[in-house]
């Protein structure tokens, strides 16, 4: 008996052995074929999109995207609208550039007018505005501050005055700014980001509100750093994970108005904010780490504010947060 318990384990100790060379050499195989170029970024979409290293490069504040190389892609070229968003107007916040010039881009093609809220990045509004004008809705610049009450209140009444309405409000200018500990964190930059992030969020949606009715909606942009943090990213990652907990709370709320309120969270996307952040040498190597290994493109990310927009897509679909974060 004892013999026969020992051949078996022998048996068993050499399947083993067998299995991890087996692992062994598939590994062996996968290193391989990195070395050889099969270690790439991940394209899965209807074009090819860039991927690191990129050129090193380091914006000052607040970033323009005309500066930036290569440009972002926003014109999301094989999307077909289809009146998703016929006759809505929108505002959107932070829409000169980057996410928000995608998705005032997309929510005019499905039929929209938009006012785009921004500092002073004047170029860049220009482009968008030709954007929408090209897809044929009109497009209202408002140059201001949104952590100043007065401005948010006029832009959401210049919207409504000037364009008809006020349907869907975008939330999305933020303020980003690294700092390597908490001890190097300053009053003022803390203050920054917490006043461009949460407080403009909140009046905003405050001064929107009061034009907004029964099947209008508010949408929030989020981040991955609300999920996970960031260790050079402390503020910032704060304000993110309020903004989640706030689209929450403010669906809750409006429900019973018939208002829905969603966010979308992305991980690294290609847009001034970045490259107005981060040192040039990082940015060389900006999105490598996702699991795609590569950032993603503005008009990959605008299609989810059109399905969290459109009452004929999400109609049953309040207080969520979606990620879009590259396979984190």
Same mark, same amino acid.
């Given at each position: ?62 970033? =323009?995207? @005309? *500066? ?9 070229? +094989? ?5 998703? $968003? !016929? ?100 009053? =003022?930059? @803390? *203050? ?9 969020? +909140? ?5 929107? $509100? !009061? ?118």
């Amino acid at each position: 008996m004892a013999g026969a318990t020992t051949h078996r384990a022998s048996r068993t100790s050499a399947k083993q052995r067998g299995m991890q060379h087996q692992v062994a050499r598939s590994e062996a195989r996968s290193e391989s074929a990195s070395k050889n170029g099969g270690d790439r970024a991940m394209q899965a979409g209807a074009r090819r999109y860039p991927a690191p290293p990129f050129p090193k490069q380091h914006l000052p504040k607040p970033g =323009e995207e @005309f *500066r930036l190389d290569p440009p972002p892609m926003y014109d999301a070229p +094989f999307y077909k609208g289809s009146e998703k $968003l !016929r006759d809505k107007v929108a505002l959107i916040t932070g829409g000169d550039s980057g996410i928000g010039r995608a998705v005032a881009v997309l929510f005019a093609r499905e039929g929209a007018d938009i006012a785009i809220a921004y500092l002073d990045e004047h170029r860049d509004a220009e482009a968008t505005k030709d954007a929408v004008e090209s897809e044929g809705r009109r497009c209202l610049l408002l140059s201001g501050d949104i952590t100043d009450r007065t401005f948010c209140i006029e832009a959401a009444d210049r919207t409504l005055h000037e364009l008809g309405g006020l349907n869907i409000l975008v939330n999305n200018a933020a303020f980003q700014l690294h700092s390597e500990s908490i001890e190097d964190l300053s009053d =003022e930059h @803390f *203050r920054e980001t917490l006043e461009t992030n949460l407080y403009g969020y +909140f009046i905003m949606a405050q001064a929107a $509100l !009061r034009h907004m009715t029964y099947g209008d909606v508010i949408l929030n942009s989020g981040s991955v750093t609300g999920f996970f943090g960031s260790g050079t990213l402390l503020d910032y990652s704060m304000t993110k994970g309020g903004i989640h907990a706030f689209t929450r709370s403010l669906a809750s709320s409006l429900v019973k108005r018939g208002i829905r309120v969603n966010a979308i969270a992305p991980g690294p996307v290609w847009t001034p904010l970045n490259p107005a952040d981060k040192p040039a040498r990082d940015i060389a190597h900006f999105g490598e780490k996702t699991p795609m290994k590569r950032p993603a493109q503005p008009e990959e990310i605008a299609p989810a504010y059109v399905f969290l927009a459109s009452s004929h897509c999400s109609s049953y679909i309040t207080g969520e947060i979606l990620p879009i974060i590259g396979g984190y």
